[in-house]
């Protein structure tokens, strides 16, 4: 059975906020900091700052507080061939060496060893394959690799593979032997699954966008000054998104920002323009998140506690190490004749909400699940089956282990970035912790006083204000209400809109043009 799936993109100042649902339940959600880059998948030209022989590995600058690792593993095959074609390119700045031309020298062995084919100032190209976590630096490879829609372009890669979820031998040989024709020579291509069913000319379209791009970072190589040097700049997040999810299935995409609206539309009009008419520019008055429930579902998604199927529920808890999740049945009604039944019935369902969780927190590492006890085997192959079909729709890399007798669940799952945590719980946007707040019945008149001040001291006249919705109800009551007196007093320019992000007391202004206002610090003019 398809799954219908929509994109939700909330751009604010400060933060950029992605929701992916599907069937309407929250299921992917990303959120960051305006000011920060998304890191996986950039390239940099950079020098080796350290050799660990130790750790058969190296640190390497690019320019973050903390030096990025590279293994001896992840030089990749190729590494001396890469090694050999950076300094053919960097020994002449005005004509760039012909990529195809360049000398393929043997493959590094697997048991080598890094201060053989490294040394302390080399200068090298690296991408980074996982973002800083914690205290550690970003992880590095050098064996490059460029993701398009259809195909994966892999510098100094001689094979062609085709994704193992293309189940027809027929359909693989024949990507294959497309693919065999099209491409250059000294580079690798995978097909990925969603080239299934396409055209030559689709494919030979994003061979040449690929090698395009290949080309454009040799250039920026060709030209470095100052290291590090960041030749190649991932997509944002929300097109990065978009080129690994996007599929027939997706019914809409609302974006309420018209410079990331046209980003996107640039970008579907490109891969699929057929399917041009998902991609809408949300323009409503409530925030988007509100209007299409997407607030509700992230409040009551995070956190320590989740809620799942009648009454049960999961514990979650993070460590440095790893995930520990906990099972428990809570207050459903239990069968005492038919204990197992009942508590295959809880771990299936646990289940199926700690699958989704997994994906929406981007929980990776190591896992251990506690499920409620089970002693029949059958019972326990059945959840374990279960988990491993739930799982398939996971894109990050990761493996089960079957259940131990004690009922215990362990799971890898590839970690690229930090796990996604919101805080769902709610501190007093109004005493700051010391438990005294003005009383709620004269709320409104606090509310006024900022009014006054925006309208009177700042000179403001267009200007919005977002407060819990309970309060927004309070406000608009009655065919006389205070906002309606408020707009009468200072104008048509004063907006209140609901925003359930808010907490009860809390309150937010916003100019015309949806930046934030901070009036929480003045005082109200009497």
């Not at 640190?59 to 590494?79: K, R």
């Amino acid at each position: 059975m398809d799954v219908t799936s929509e994109l939700y993109i909330d751009v604010q100042p400060k933060k950029i906020a992605i929701a992916l649902t599907e069937d309407k339940r929250l299921a992917e959600y990303q959120e960051e900091e305006q000011s920060v880059s998304f890191a996986v998948g950039n390239v940099y030209l950079a020098k080796v700052r350290k050799l660990m022989p130790g750790l058969n590995a190296c640190f390497v600058s690019v320019g973050y507080e903390h030096d990025a690792f590279l293994h001896y593993l992840d030089l990749g095959l190729q590494f001396s061939s890469y090694a050999k074609y950076l300094k053919q390119v960097q020994s002449d700045r005005k004509n760039l060496y012909s990529f195809e031309k360049a000398s393929v020298l043997p493959e590094l062995p697997k048991d080598g060893s890094v201060q053989t084919y490294l040394q302390q100032g080399q200068e090298v190209l690296v991408q980074i394959i996982k973002e800083p976590i914690s205290t550690k630096g970003p992880r590095l490879s050098c064996d490059l690799s460029f993701p398009g829609r259809f195909l994966v372009f892999t510098p100094f890669g001689d094979k062609v593979s085709v994704s193992t979820k293309i189940k027809s031998s027929a359909e693989r040989a024949r990507l294959k032997q497309i693919v065999e024709s099209i491409k250059p020579k000294n580079c690798g291509i995978i097909v990925r699954t969603v080239a299934e069913g396409k055209r030559a000319g689709e494919l030979d379209a994003e061979m040449k966008i690929l090698v395009a791009r290949w080309e454009g970072i040799l250039r920026k190589v060709q030209q470095a000054k100052e290291l590090p040097a960041l030749v190649h700049e991932e997509t944002s997040r929300t097109v990065a998104i978009l080129r690994d999810l996007f599929n027939p299935n997706f019914e809409n995409i609302y974006i309420n920002n018209a410079d990331v609206f046209k980003e996107v539309h640039d970008y579907v009009s490109l891969i699929a323009p057929e399917r041009l008419g998902v991609v809408k520019l949300y323009k409503g008055s409530l925030p988007i998140f509100d209007n299409f429930d997407v607030t509700r579902q992230i409040k009551s998604s995070f956190g320590r506690i989740v809620s799942y199927k009648h009454g049960a529920y999961l514990i979650i808890e993070h460590t440095e190490a790893l995930h520990v999740v906990d099972v428990n049945s809570g207050n459903r009604t239990r069968n005492a004749e038919n204990q197992e039944a009942n508590a295959l019935e809880v771990n299936l369902g646990a289940a199926e909400e700690l699958a989704r969780q997994l994906r929406l927190r981007d929980m990776g590492g190591i896992i251990v699940v506690d499920f409620i006890d089970m002693k029949r085997a059958e019972a326990r192959q059945q959840l374990y089956e279960h988990m491993c079909e739930l799982m398939k729709r996971d894109r990050a890399r990761h493996n089960i282990l079957p259940l131990s007798k004690f009922c215990l669940m362990q799971i890898t799952r590839q970690r690229v970035r930090p796990v996604m945590d919101v805080a769902v719980e709610e501190a007093c946007p109004t005493c700051q912790g010391t438990g005294q707040i003005k009383s709620s019945f004269l709320f409104h008149k606090v509310l006024e006083g900022k009014i006054k001040f925006l309208y009177y001291r700042l000179g403001m006249k267009r200007f919005t204000l977002h407060v819990h919705p309970y309060v927004a109800a309070y406000l608009n009551e009655g065919l006389f209400s205070l906002r309606r007196k408020w707009q009468l007093r200072y104008g048509l320019g004063v907006k209140v809109i609901p925003s359930q992000k808010l907490a009860f007391l809390q309150y937010e202004f916003y100019d015309k043009d949806g930046q934030e206002i901070d009036v929480k610090e003045e005082i109200e003019i009497r």
